[in-house]
C-alpha cells in the first residue's frame, strides 16, 4: 500500500492508545487536551447564583436583606447554606455602592459632569453616562469595521438556529415499533430520519424503565468524531435528557473510575466514538449489563476489528442473553465493501451484519413514501481527459525520497519507523498527544518527509505543478514556524530538502492572461464555451442557463495552465463546474477528494482565481494524518457552512457520513469513491430538493466505469435483499461469529474487577503505559520490539518478539513465544508484559498505569461542584475556640450566698509589668496594679513566660506573672470580687452588664483584681479590699451615661470604650441624613453626637432653667459644680469623667483657672467652615443647644479615653500621623498629647479610677497571651515529647494573629524534613516504582489535604491561634461581647432600621453563627458566638508543617520523627525498620571504561565504592538503556534531601531573618536555575549521558550564557539569569546527591559534605535578588495600578507586552515564553524607574509631595466640606466595572445633597485599576464643582 497518509477520518484515534493498526505517524503535533466540559447542572447554578446577577436584579436580591431589622434573628437554611463565594461578592459590590438604596435618585440625574480627554476642561453633558458610552462604542465600531463590512455581510449573527419539531412519518413509527420489540438494524436512505427513530427509542425505553423505578443509561455509539457532537445536540434538543458527549480530544483516556462514575450517574445518554466504550468496557469500568439501549449510527462499520465489532464480539456476546442491553443499528447500506457479486453473496454479508449485531435489519418495503419525504438529487457524470505527464519532475522527486532514506539509515540513532515497521508501530496518537515537543533526530525527520514527499508527488500528478508547489511551500512555512525549529534535527533536516522541492515546483499561472481577460471577456462569444460543454457531460447534463459570462477568461488562463502541465484537465473541469453555479441562489456544495492534500490546496486555487470571488471555500479533514484538524476546527468549519459564511466544503471521507447539513445543494465527487458505501454516503449530503450529485469520471477509465456500474448494481440488489431475504441456510458457516469464548492465551483478565486486555488491545496498552512514564522533551519513551525467526526443517517458519521496554520501566526485557505471525508474536509478547505489569504493581486492578496513590487529587483547587478542596487556602470552615482544661472551674458558679464559713482555695497571680523605653507621657506609669485569681495551679512554662505588650510608640512594656501563693476566699468575700470583676471589664470592653444577671461560663474560670500596694505574707490581705467596696457601692451605676456603652443609651453607637469595632454608628447615621431625616450637630470625624435635649429629658442631670441657679460657686472653697455634684478640685485629679452632650469618656489632666467658658474659641489651623464661636459658651450653645451657666467656672483640661487595644501587635512601626478629631480628642502621637476643654458642669466624675482603667486595659491582651500559652502546655502534655510550650505556642501562631513570631519559620523547616523523611521511606521502600508513582505516593502522603484531616483527627483546631486579637471580640469571664447589631436600639426613631447588607454579611461568618432570638435565663450562658472563628484548610496543614519543624530544631530528628507518629503519619522512620537493600548496580564494563570518573569524582571531592550509582545518576532517559537505569529515581531522593540540606542550613544560619525573607532565601538557593549554573560551573554537565542531538545543542548555548554571566564583576544570580537552563543538568545535580547518599549508607551529612563547598558561594539576604515579575507586581500592586501581560508568538519566537494601566512599558522575546515574560517585567521595572525619576526632576521633590498628598486625601477633603457644611455625606456609585481580572477597571460616580441648592448632578470620574483611585477620581470633579458653585 502507498504510504501517503490517506484521511481515514474516522473514528476517535486521536487520544486513544487502543489503536490496533498502531501506525507511527513521526509527524506529533502536540494537541494538549485542556477541553473542559461544564456541566449543565453547574450552568444552572450559575445563573442562580446572586453574584452573577447584574443590573436591577442584585438590588431587589439585596434589598431583602436589608430591609432586615438591626436586631438578632433567627438563621434560616439560607444563611447557613449561602456560598461563601456569593457572600464574598455581594460584599464588594455593597462596598463599592455604598448607598445602594439611593438607587434610583441616583440615576435620575439629568446630565453629568465628566473631564474633556482633550482640554482637561469639566464638562457637563446631557442624558445618562450610559447611554453616552455606548454612542461612542458605536461610533468607535462603526469605524473600525467600515473596511470589513464587505467581508462580513454573510455573516449571520441570529442565535443557533432551533431545530425543528418533526412530526414521526409512518415508516418511522414502522420501524420503531420493530425496534420496541426485538433488536434492530434500520436501512433506511440517509436524510430518511433514522436519528429521528434512535430518539423516539430513547424516550420510549426511558418511560418504561420509570415505571420500574429505574434510570435510563443509553449508549450512542458514532463512527467519527464531528458526529459526537452533532448528535449529542439533537438528542439533547429533542429529549431534554442530560446528554453526554465524549471524543478522545476530551482527554478520556486519563479518567479513572471515578470519574466516568459521575458521568453515569449524572447522564442519561451517553454520545461516545466507538473506541471510547471498548476502552472503558475492557478496563471494567462500567460492564455491558449497566447500559440499557445500545445505539450504533452507521453500524456497517462492525466489521472485522472496528472498535464496534470488538464491543459486540468480546462484551455484548460474552454477556449473559437476559442481561444485555438492547441494541439499535442505524445504516444506510449494510454492507461496507466494493460491492456485492450477487444475491446470495449480498444475503451473506447482510446475515453476518446481523449476526455481529444480534439483530435484524428493518427497510422499507413501499418506498412511495420514503421518496416524498426524502429527496434525491439528480446524478451528474462529468468525463475530464487524463493528466499529461510531468515525468523529469517526478522523477527527481522519487530520486529526493530514496536519498533521505539513505540518510536516515546512515543516522547515528535508529529511528522508530524502522525498527517497528511502518503498520506495527503501536499507538501513535498517544504519543502525539502527550509528547508533542520531543527529541528527534535526522532519521525521525527523514519518515515525516517521505510522507510528505508523497503528498508532493501525488498533488503533481493529480492536481498540477501549481497545486504541488503550493503544497510544497505550505509544508515549508509549517515548519519554519514550528517553535521546535531551533533545536530539533529533524526540522532542520527536513527544511533543506523542501526548500529544494519549492524551487524546484516555484511557478504562477499566467498574471498577464488575468489582466487582459478582464478586459476583454465581456466581448469574447459564450459559443465557445458552450461548445464544449456536450462533450464533456453524460447523463443528466447541466443545462446552458448555468453557463454564465464571468468565467471566460478563466478558459484562457486554465487552458494555458493545462497545456504546461501547471493544472490538471481534472482541475479545470471542477473549476468550470462550479462556475456553473456562479448565480445559483444560497449555493452549498461539498467538493469529497480521497487525499488531504487535495482538500487543502484546493481552497488556495480557489482564492487565487478572480472569477471564483463568489466562492469562499474551506477544508474540512479528520483526525488520522499528520495535517490534522482539531475537533474546535471542525465544528467551527461545519457551522460556518452551515450559516453560509463557507459556501464550498471541500472535504475528505470525515463529511460522507452522518453530518446533518440541510443547506447543501450540491455534492461533487473529484475523487469517485472507494466502496459502494461511500457512494450512497456522500450522495446523501445532497439534503435539498432539487440538488446535484456530481461524479467526476476520467475519459475511457475503464475502471471508473466498471465501478459506477457495480454501485448502482449493488444499491439495487441491497434493497431487494432487504425486502426479500433470500433462503441461504444451504450454505455452511456463513454466520461464524466471535462467540467469546476465549482461546487461553488470548486474553489477561483481572478476577477482582472483571478488566480485560487480548491480544487486540495488547500492543495499545503497552504504548500508552510507555507514554505515561516520566519524560521530558529530549527523550520518547516507547516500546521496543525485535522480530526473531525460527525455521524448523520441514515445518512452517514461525517468529518470536523482544520486547524491550524503557529504562524507567519495572523491567527492561522480554521475551515472547513462538508465533505463526511477526504480528501474532508482537501481539503475545505485549499480552505478557501487560500480565507482568499488573503483576509488579505498575498496573491497577482496572488494568490502566498505576500514577500512584490518589493520583486524581493532583493539583485541583476545587470539586466538581466548585467548592474549594479541603486543605486548600478557599477552604474556610467554623471552628470552636479552644480554652484550656486548667482554666475550668465550678467555684465560679458561687457567689451568690453570703455564707461566711464556705471557703474557696485559689491562686492567685500577680501582673508584673516593667516599662522598657522612655515617654513624655506620664500617665503610662500611673497604673494600678492587678493579680488574676484561678482554680488551679498554672503550669511553671506559663510563669516563665515574659510577653511584650506594644503601649506606646517608644514604650514596650515587659508582663510576667508571678505566684503569690494559695489564698482562702470565703464566699462573701468571691461575691464581692466578681462584681467587681464585671463592673470594671464591662467599662474596659464596653460591655453593658449587670454583675447579678450577667452569666458565668465553667470553662473560663479566672477573676482579675486589684492589689492595694502593700505587702504581706497572705495573699488575700494583697488585695485593695477598700476599692472593691467603693467601686461595688457607688450610686454611679444606676446612670446610664457612667455605664458602659453610653452611645447606645444616646441613640448615637458612637463607640467610646472598647470601640475595636467597625464603627457602624457613623455609617448608620449618614444613611439617616441622607434619607432627609433631620440632622444631626456632629462631633469630630468619628461619628455623631445626641443633642443634650435626650440628657435633659432622661433626668440624669439637674434642670438648667436659669431662675433655679443657686448663687455662683465660691471658687475660694476650691469647688467645681459638675453635672450632678459638686467636687473639690483636688479630688478631681486622676479621675475619669464622663460628657453628657456626648457620652465621651475623658481623663481629667488638670483644672485650668486662667481659663472659663467666656474664652475665646480657638479656630483650629486649616479650619475653613462657615461657623465661627466668639466663646467656648457660645460653641455649646450653638453646637449642641446647650445653654452654660456656670461660666465662670475653670475649664477641666482633659484627654481623651482610648479604648481598649490589643496590645500583642506592634502599632507603631508604619503609623506616622493619627486621625485628629474636631474637637482635639485623638491617639497620642510622639510630637504633642492632644487635649480638650470641658466646662465641670457638663462632666460627671466616673467611679473608676483612671489609673484602675488604665491598668485594666492591659489585662485583656496579658490574658489571652496566657490563655494561648496554657493550651500550647496542654497540647505538649498529649504529645509527650519534652519540648518548650513557647516553641509550641509559636507553631500554633499564624501570621494572620500579627504578633512578633509564628509559624511560618518552622513550617519552612517541617515542610522540607516532612518531605524528605517521606521521599526516602518511599524511594528505599519501593525499589520497583518509578518516579511518577513515587512522586504521587509523596504527594497523597504529605499533601495540604491530608495534613488537614491529621490536624482534625487530633483536634489541633481548638488549639490554634489565627485571628489578630480583638479585645472587643474577647470572652471574659462574667463579659461576653455584644455585637452591635445585637443591641436594641430603644431609640429606633433617629434612624432607620435598615442595616447595610454589607455589614450583615460580613459579619455572619464571625458572629452570628448558632445564634437564637430567643430569651435568656439568669445566669444561662448565651450560645457563645465569639467562641467560633473561620480557619482555612491550609492553616490546619501549615500548623502541622510547623509542628514537626519545631520538634525537630528542638529535638532533632527524633523529636520530629515523634510527632510525626503522633499526629498518624504512617512510615517507617527508622531505616533499620524498612525492609530495603540497595543492590550494587551491575553495570556493563565497557559503560564503565567510557566514563571519566577521576574528573568526575574529583570534580565532587568524592570517592564512590559503588560507581554503578554514580552512572545511573548522569544517564538520561534519552541514552539506549545497554542495563543502565536512568537518574529519575535518584533524582526524586536527591531532590528531596538537597532541599532539607538547604533549608536547614538557612534556617539555622539567619536565625533573626522574617519568615518571608528566608522563604525567598530557599526558594532562590533551591530551585532548578540555580543548580543547573552549579552543575556548570563545576564541569558536570560534561559526565551526562544521553542521546539526544537537540539537548546537547541546548547545553552548549546555555554554558556559553553562563560562562558570560560569570565573567561579570560580582554577578551571581541565583537563577534569575537571562538564560532559562535545561532542566536536565539541575536533574543531575540532584540525582548526585541521591547517589551519594545511597552511596554512603543512607547518611544525610556526607551529602552535605560534599555539596556545601559545591553551592558555595550561597545566597545571602544581602545577594538575594527579586524576581522582576515578581518585583513588578509588588510594586503595581503599592500603586494600586493595573498590570497586564500580553503574549503572542511569532514562528519560534514568545513575544511578551507588559502594560501599566493599559499603556505599553515593557517588551522582551525569547523561545521561551516564560523567560520573554521575565525580561518583559525587567524592562518594564527599568522603564519605570525611568520615568519616575525624570518626572521628580521636572517638578521637583517638593511639588511631588504636595501633589501625592492632596490626591490622596482627595475625599477625607469632601467629606470634611461635608460635615462642616452640615451636609449629608456624598454618595458614590460604581457604575462601570470591566476588564480581565487582571486588569480590571472602576468608574464611579459621586453626587452630594447640598443644603441650599439641593441635590449636585453626578461627577463621573475616569476609570481606574482600583475603587479608591476611581473614587478619588470622581471626587476631584465634585471638588472641582463645588469649587466653582462657593467662590
Request: aromatic fraction near 8%.
Amino acid at each position: 500500500m502507498d504510504d501517503e497518509v490517506r484521511d481515514s477520518g474516522n473514528a476517535d484515534v486521536r487520544s486513544s492508545y487502543w489503536l490496533d493498526a498502531c501506525e507511527d505517524d513521526d509527524y506529533f503535533v502536540d494537541l494538549g487536551a485542556n477541553t473542559t466540559v461544564v456541566p449543565e447542572s453547574y450552568s444552572q447554578q450559575v445563573s442562580n447564583d446572586p453574584c452573577f446577577f447584574d443590573g436591577s436584579e442584585p438590588s431587589k436580591k439585596r434589598r431583602v436583606w436589608d430591609r432586615t431589622s438591626g436586631r438578632k434573628r433567627r438563621r434560616g437554611p439560607d444563611d447557613t447554606e449561602m456560598d461563601v463565594r456569593v457572600r464574598d461578592q455581594v460584599r464588594r459590590r455593597e462596598r463599592y455602592n455604598s448607598c445602594s438604596w439611593k438607587d434610583r435618585e441616583f440615576r435620575e440625574a439629568k446630565g453629568f459632569w465628566e473631564r474633556d480627554k482633550t482640554t482637561n476642561e469639566l464638562i457637563f453633558q446631557v442624558g445618562s453616562w450610559e447611554s453616552c458610552r455606548n454612542r461612542k462604542e458605536k461610533l468607535n465600531n462603526e469605524k473600525i469595521n467600515k473596511g470589513d463590512e464587505d467581508l462580513e455581510e454573510n455573516k449571520v449573527d441570529e442565535p443557533k438556529e432551533k431545530l425543528p419539531e418533526e412530526q414521526a412519518r409512518q415508516y418511522q413509527l414502522d420501524v420503531l415499533e420493530q425496534a420496541k420489540s426485538r433488536n434492530t438494524i434500520a436501512f433506511l436512505e440517509t436524510g430518511a430520519g433514522k436519528t429521528l427513530i434512535a430518539v423516539l427509542l430513547i424516550k420510549s425505553i426511558s418511560v418504561e424503565l420509570q415505571k420500574q423505578n429505574k434510570k435510563l443509561l443509553a449508549v450512542f455509539l458514532v463512527p467519527k468524531v464531528p458526529l459526537v457532537y452533532q448528535q449529542a445536540e439533537v438528542i439533547r434538543e429533542r429529549t431534554g435528557y442530560q446528554v453526554g458527549h465524549y471524543c478522545g480530544e476530551m482527554g478520556q483516556d486519563f479518567w479513572d473510575a471515578r470519574r466516568w462514575q459521575r458521568e453515569f450517574e449524572s447522564k442519561q445518554v451517553l454520545v461516545m466514538t466507538a473506541q471510547i466504550l471498548l476502552n472503558i468496557l475492557r478496563h471494567s469500568i462500567v460492564k455491558m449489563e449497566a447500559i440499557n439501549l445500545l445505539i450504533l449510527d452507521e453500524c456497517h462499520h462492525a466489521v472485522k476489528k472496528h472498535p464496534y465489532s470488538l464491543v459486540m464480539s468480546e462484551f455484548y456476546h460474552t454477556t449473559p442473553k437476559e442481561k444485555r442491553p438492547s441494541v439499535f443499528g442505524m445504516t444506510a447500506s449494510p454492507v461496507n465493501l466494493k460491492g456485492v457479486s450477487s444475491q446470495v453473496d449480498c444475503a451473506v454479508k447482510i446475515r453476518n451484519l446481523e449476526s455481529k449485531l444480534d439483530s435484524v435489519v428493518c427497510t422499507i418495503k413501499d418506498r412511495k413514501e420514503l421518496e416524498k419525504h426524502v429527496p434525491m438529487p439528480s446524478e451528474v457524470v462529468v468525463e475530464y481527459d487524463k493528466a499529461s505527464s510531468l515525468w523529469s519532475l517526478h522523477e527527481k522527486i522519487k530520486l529526493m525520497e530514496q536519498t533521505v532514506e539513505e540518510a536516515a539509515r546512515s543516522s547515528s540513532r535508529r529511528s522508530k519507523w524502522q525498527f517497528m515497521g511502518a503498520r506495527d508501530a503501536g499507538a501513535k496518537e498517544e504519543l502525539r498527544q502527550v509528547y508533542g515537543v520531543s527529541e528527534r533526530t535526522e532519521s525521525d525527520g527523514a519518515a515525516n518527509l517521505i510522507q510528505k514527499l508523497r503528498a508532493i508527488n501525488y498533488a503533481l500528478g493529480e492536481l498540477g505543478q501549481w497545486c504541488a508547489y503550493k503544497v510544497a511551500h505550505a509544508f515549508l512555512t509549517a515548519l519554519q514556524n514550528d517553535e521546535r525549529a531551533n533545536y530539533q534535527l529533524d526540522i532542520k533536516f527536513q527544511e533543506s530538502y523542501l526548500i529544494t522541492v519549492v524551487s524546484l515546483l516555484q511557478c504562477n499561472l499566467s498574471e498577464g492572461a488575468i489582466s487582459e481577460n478582464n478586459a476583454t471577456g465581456s466581448d469574447m462569444d459564450d459559443a465557445s464555451v458552450n461548445g464544449n460543454v456536450p462533450d464533456e457531460l453524460e447523463e443528466g447534463e447541466l443545462t446552458t442557463s448555468h453557463i454564465v459570462s464571468g468565467g471566460e477568461h478563466v478558459d484562457v488562463i486554465i487552458g494555458a495552465a493545462v497545456a504546461d502541465g501547471k493544472v490538471t484537465p481534472k482541475v479545470q473541469s471542477l473549476i468550470k463546474i462550479l462556475l456553473k453555479y456562479q448565480h445559483t441562489e444560497d449555493f452549498r456544495a461539498i467538493i469529497f477528494v480521497e487525499r488531504v492534500v487535495a482538500a487543502l490546496v484546493l481552497p488556495k486555487v480557489f482564492m487565487e482565481l478572480p472569477s471564483l470571488s463568489f466562492v469562499k471555500s474551506a477544508s474540512l479533514i479528520g483526525h488520522n494524518n499528520s495535517q490534522e484538524m482539531r475537533t474546535s476546527q471542525m465544528q467551527d468549519t461545519i457551522a460556518r457552512f452551515r450559516d453560509g459564511r463557507v459556501t464550498v466544503l471541500v472535504a475528505t471521507s470525515v463529511a460522507e457520513e452522518g453530518l446533518d447539513i440541510r443547506q447543501c445543494n450540491v455534492v461533487i465527487r473529484f475523487d469517485l469513491a472507494k466502496t459502494v458505501l461511500a457512494y450512497i454516503q456522500s450522495r446523501g449530503r445532497a439534503r435539498k430538493p432539487g440538488s446535484d450529485y456530481i461524479l467526476m469520471v476520467e475519459r475511457e477509465n475503464l475502471s471508473h466505469v466498471a465501478f459506477l456500474k457495480n454501485a448502482r448494481n449493488s444499491e439495487e440488489t441491497l434493497r431487494k435483499e432487504a425486502i426479500e431475504r433470500t433462503d441461504i441456510s444451504h450454505l455452511k458457516d456463513t454466520c461464524g461469529i466471535n462467540s467469546g469464548e476465549a482461546v487461553d492465551g488470548t486474553m489477561y483478565q483481572v478476577k477482582s474487577t472483571g478488566a480485560v486486555v487480548s491480544l487486540n488491545s495488547a500492543v495499545g496498552l503497552v504504548h500508552f503505559y510507555c507514554s505515561q512514564l516520566p519524560s521530558d522533551r529530549y527523550s520518547i519513551l516507547h516500546p521496543e520490539f525485535t522480530i526473531k525467526r525460527h525455521e524448523t526443517p520441514g515445518g512452517p517458519m514461525e517468529y518470536s518478539c523482544e520486547l524491550q521496554l524503557p529504562c524507567n520501566a519495572p523491567f527492561e526485557k522480554l521475551e515472547g513465544p513462538p508465533c505463526k505471525s511477526m504480528r501474532l508474536a508482537q501481539q503475545a509478547v505485549c499480552l505478557a508484559a501487560c500480565k507482568k505489569l499488573h503483576e509488579m504493581g505498575a498496573f491497577t486492578d482496572m488494568l490502566l498505569p498505576d500514577k500512584g496513590i490518589g493520583a486524581e487529587t493532583d493539583k485541583v483547587e476545587q470539586n466538581d461542584e466548585g467548592d474549594p478542596l479541603p486543605g486548600t487556602a478557599r477552604h474556610r470552615e467554623f471552628y470552636p475556640e479552644g480554652v484550656a482544661d486548667i482554666l475550668q472551674g465550678e467555684w465560679i458558679l458561687s457567689g451568690k450566698g453570703c455564707e461566711e464559713s464556705k471557703i474557696f482555695n485559689l491562686y492567685m497571680y500577680s501582673v508584673k509589668c516593667e516599662n522598657a523605653g522612655f515617654s513624655k507621657d506620664l500617665l503610662l506609669n500611673q497604673v494600678s496594679e492587678f493579680a488574676i485569681v484561678f482554680g488551679a495551679e498554672l503550669d511553671a512554662e506559663v510563669l516563665s513566660m515574659s510577653m511584650d505588650l506594644f503601649i506606646a510608640r517608644a514604650v514596650i512594656t515587659k508582663a510576667s506573672l508571678v505566684y503569690e501563693g494559695l489564698t482562702e476566699i470565703r464566699e462573701t468575700q468571691l461575691t464581692l470580687l466578681k462584681s467587681f470583676h464585671v463592673r470594671l471589664m464591662s467599662i474596659v470592653l464596653d460591655v453593658d452588664v449587670e454583675p447579678s444577671s450577667t452569666p458565668w461560663d465553667t470553662a473560663k474560670a479566672y477573676l482579675f483584681v486589684p492589689l492595694s500596694g502593700g505587702k504581706s505574707t497572705d495573699p488575700v490581705h494583697l488585695i485593695d479590699w477598700a476599692l472593691i467596696d467603693k467601686v461595688n457601692k457607688t450610686d454611679a451605676w444606676s446612670n446610664p451615661l457612667q455605664r458602659a456603652r453610653p452611645d447606645v443609651y444616646l441613640g448615637t453607637n458612637e463607640r467610646t470604650l472598647g470601640g475595636d469595632r467597625r464603627e457602624y454608628g457613623f455609617a448608620k447615621l449618614r444613611h439617616g441624613m441622607a434619607n432627609e431625616q433631620k440632622s444631626h450637630p456632629t462631633y469630630g470625624i468619628r461619628g455623631a453626637v445626641a443633642q443634650f435635649d435626650v440628657v435633659k429629658a432622661s433626668g440624669l442631670a439637674p434642670h438648667r432653667d436659669a431662675s433655679r441657679v443657686p448663687s455662683l460657686v465660691d471658687l475660694t472653697n476650691g469647688k467645681l459644680m459638675m453635672a450632678d455634684s459638686c467636687i473639690m478640685v483636688e479630688d478631681l485629679g486622676g479621675k475619669i469623667v464622663t460628657a453628657a452632650h456626648s457620652g465621651k469618656r475623658f481623663y481629667v489632666d488638670s483644672v485650668r483657672f486662667d481659663m472659663t467658658a467666656e474664652n475665646s474659641f480657638p479656630r483650629k489651623e486649616g479650619y475653613l467652615g462657615p461657623l465661627e464661636y466668639s466663646s467656648y459658651a457660645e460653641y455649646y450653645k450653638q453646637k449642641y443647644g446647650v445653654e452654660l451657666i456656670y461660666r465662670q467656672q475653670p475649664l477641666i483640661r482633659a484627654r481623651g479615653v482610648s479604648y481598649c487595644k490589643n496590645l500583642l501587635s506592634p502599632r507603631f512601626e508604619h503609623s506616622d500621623v493619627s486621625m485628629i478629631g474636631h474637637d482635639g480628642v485623638s491617639e497620642e502621637t510622639p510630637e504633642k498629647t492632644y487635649y480638650v476643654f470641658l466646662p465641670p458642669e457638663l462632666c460627671f466624675v466616673h467611679s473608676l479610677p483612671g489609673s484602675l482603667v488604665r491598668g485594666a486595659q492591659r489585662l485583656p491582651s496579658i490574658m489571652r497571651r496566657i490563655e494561648s500559652m496554657l493550651l500550647a502546655v496542654q497540647l505538649k502534655d498529649i504529645i509527650n515529647y519534652p519540648v518548650p510550650a513557647s516553641k509550641i505556642l509559636e507553631a500554633l501562631t499564624a501570621a494572620s494573629c500579627q504578633e512578633t513570631f509564628c509559624y511560618e519559620r518552622a513550617e519552612l523547616l517541617g515542610d522540607a524534613y516532612l518531605k524528605w523523611v517521606v521521599s526516602r521511606f518511599l524511594f528505599l521502600k519501593y525499589p520497583q516504582k518509578h518516579e511518577g508513582q513515587l512522586t504521587r505516593m509523596r504527594q497523597q502522603m504529605v499533601s495540604n489535604m491530608v495534613l488537614y484531616r491529621y490536624a482534625l483527627n487530633k483536634g489541633l483546631q481548638s488549639y490554634i491561634q489565627a485571628d489578630r486579637f480583638a479585645p472587643s471580640r474577647w470572652a471574659s469571664p462574667g463579659v461576653l461581647p455584644v455585637f452591635d447589631e445585637d443591641t436594641k436600639d430603644a431609640d429606633s426613631s433617629f434612624f432607620y432600621e435598615e442595616i447595610d447588607s454589607d455589614e450583615r454579611l460580613s459579619r455572619k461568618i464571625h458572629d452570628t453563627d448558632g445564634y437564637e432570638d430567643v430569651e435568656m435565663e439568669d445566669g444561662e450562658l448565651e450560645s457563645d458566638s465569639s467562641s467560633y472563628r473561620v480557619l482555612s484548610g491550609k492553616t490546619l496543614a501549615d500548623v502541622v508543617e510547623a509542628l514537626i519543624g519545631v520538634y525537630y530544631v528542638e529535638g532533632g530528628k527524633y523529636a520530629a520523627n515523634h510527632l510525626m507518629r503522633w499526629i498518624g503519619i504512617d512510615i517507617d522512620f527508622d531505616l533499620k525498620e524498612i525492609k530495603y537493600s540497595v543492590k550494587p548496580s551491575t553495570v556493563p564494563e565497557n559503560i564503565l571504561r567510557s566514563i571519566d570518573f577521576d574528573s568526575l569524582e574529583g570534580s565532587l571531592n568524592c570517592k564512590f565504592s559503588d560507581r554503578g550509582l554514580l552512572v545511573e545518576a548522569i544517564t538520561h532517559a534519552s541514552r539506549p538503556s545497554s542495563g543502565v537505569s536512568c537518574y529519575q529515581r535518584l533524582e526524586f531522593v536527591g531532590d528531596a534531601v538537597l532541599d532539607h540540606l538547604i533549608t536547614r542550613y538557612l534556617f539555622f544560619t539567619y536565625t533573626d531573618l522574617p519568615p518571608g525573607r528566608l522563604t525567598d532565601l530557599r526558594a532562590a538557593a533551591v530551585n532548578n536555575e540555580n543548580f543547573a549554573r552549579v552543575a556548570v560551573k563545576h564541569n558536570l554537565h560534561t559526565h551526562l549521558r544521553h542521546g539526544s542531538s537537540a539537548l546537547e545543542k541546548q547545553i552548549r548555548d546555555f554554558v556559553k550564557e553562563v560562562q558570560n554571566e560569570l565573567s561579570k564583576p560580582g554577578f551571581n544570580s541565583f537563577g534569575l539569569g537571562d538564560c532559562k537552563a535545561p532542566k536536565v543538568l539541575g536533574d543531575i545535580f540532584e540525582s548526585i546527591a541521591g547517589a551519594i547518599f545511597l552511596d554512603s549508607g543512607c547518611v544525610t551529612a556526607s551529602v552535605w559534605k560534599v555539596f556545601q563547598p559545591l553551592l558555595n558561594p550561597m545566597v545571602t539576604p544581602e545577594t538575594l535578588p527579586m524576581h522582576p515579575v515578581r518585583e513588578l507586581q509588588e510594586r503595581c500592586q503599592q500603586q494600586a495600578e493595573g498590570l497586564e501581560y500580553k503574549a503572542t508568538r511569532s514562528g519560534n519566537l514568545a513575544i511578551v507586552e507588559v502594560y501599566v494601566d493599559g499603556v505599553q512599558v515593557g517588551v522582551a522575546h525569547n523561545p521561551q515564553k516564560k523567560m520573554a515574560q521575565k525580561l518583559a517585567a525587567r524592562n518594564a521595572l527599568v522603564a519605570l524607574k525611568e520615568k519616575e525619576s525624570a518626572e521628580a526632576k521636572e517638578s521637583g521633590e517638593a511639588d511631588g509631595k504636595e501633589k501625592n498628598g492632596s490626591q490622596s486625601f482627595t475625599r477625607q477633603t469632601l467629606n470634611d466640606i461635608c460635615l462642616r457644611r452640615n451636609w449629608p455625606m456624598p454618595i458614590y456609585q460604581c457604575i462601570h466595572e470591566g476588564g480581565p481580572a487582571h486588569a480590571k477597571r472602576f468608574t464611579f460616580a459621586v453626587r452630594v445633597n447640598t443644603s441650599d441648592r439641593g441635590w449636585t448632578d453626578e461627577c463621573i470620574g475616569d476609570p481606574m485599576p482600583s475603587v479608591k483611585k476611581a473614587k478619588d477620581s470622581a471626587a476631584v470633579l465634585l471638588l472641582e464643582l463645588l469649587n466653582k458653585w462657593y467662590t
